[in-house]
């Protein structure tokens, strides 16, 4: 089945600094998705991407729809301490959302 | 626009025991997805619901299943609970093609 490959799997920043993470996928999707988790919450949408190329910008996060279709990437500019917690990304096509395994953010004040 | 209801939160069970959990989507959404989370194997896939009928599933044994009803309220039942069932239970409404909404989950842990 389709599987996505996440990275980092986690990263330890200082308050200030920026972050990037990404996902690459074998397979192509027409949807490229981020959530972020807090701790004993679900998943939250932040991002959805829809065309190859495609840049959205929501705040201080930033993501891309790879041109091949086959990769998406997220920065966070200038982190906060309440951007700790576990992100990730989902590809998703015909309805089937897949899952990246997440990275998990601490950001030390 | 009231997000996506579970219940219970918590819930300990022996193993076992069976257990029934349940969703409320966002209303007007008609698909119900269900998702295991463990710390180490990050968000799988169980089963998506639309119009009462399963439309996806994935690779999980027969003691996992699921139904949604005529609102598009979903629930779904394990049997034969075992220690390795222990994880949180996410589910997603959505309408088709468009992404998934998330509820907090339901925390079950087996003893």
């Known amino acids: 089945g389709q599987q996505l490959n996440q990275s980092p799997q986690s990263m330890f920043i200082q308050e200030g600094e920026d972050v990037s993470m990404n996902c690459t996928s074998s397979s192509i999707f027409n949807t490229w998705l981020w959530y972020k988790q807090d701790p004993g919450e679900g998943p939250v949408l932040l991002i959805a991407?829809?065309?190859?190329?495609e840049l959205t910008s929501n705040g201080r996060l930033t993501a891309q729809f790879g041109i091949t279709r086959k990769d998406s990437f997220l920065n966070i500019s200038a982190s906060i301490p309440s951007d700790v917690g576990i992100y990730f990304c989902a590809g998703q096509d015909a309805g089937k959302s897949t899952f990246g395994d997440g990275t998990t953010l601490t950001v030390k004040p | 626009k009231a997000g996506v209801t579970q219940t219970p939160r918590y819930l300990i069970k022996t193993r076992g025991q069976q257990v029934t959990l349940s969703c409320s989507p966002i209303s007007g959404h008609r698909s119900v997805s269900w998702y295991q989370q463990t710390p180490g194997q990050g968000l799988q896939f169980l089963f998506e619901?639309?119009?009462?009928?399963?439309?996806n599933k994935g690779n999980f044994p027969g003691r996992f299943s699921g139904r949604q009803f005529s609102n598009s309220r979903s629930e779904m039942n394990v049997s034969t609970l075992e220690l390795g069932d222990s994880a949180l239970y996410l589910c997603?409404?959505?309408?088709?093609?468009?992404?998934?909404?998330f509820g907090n989950g339901t925390r079950l842990t087996v003893t």
């Open positions: 619901y639309f119009s009462e009928t399963q439309r």
């Open positions: 997603a409404s959505s309408n088709t093609n468009s992404p998934l909404h």
């Open positions: 991407l829809y065309k190859a190329g």
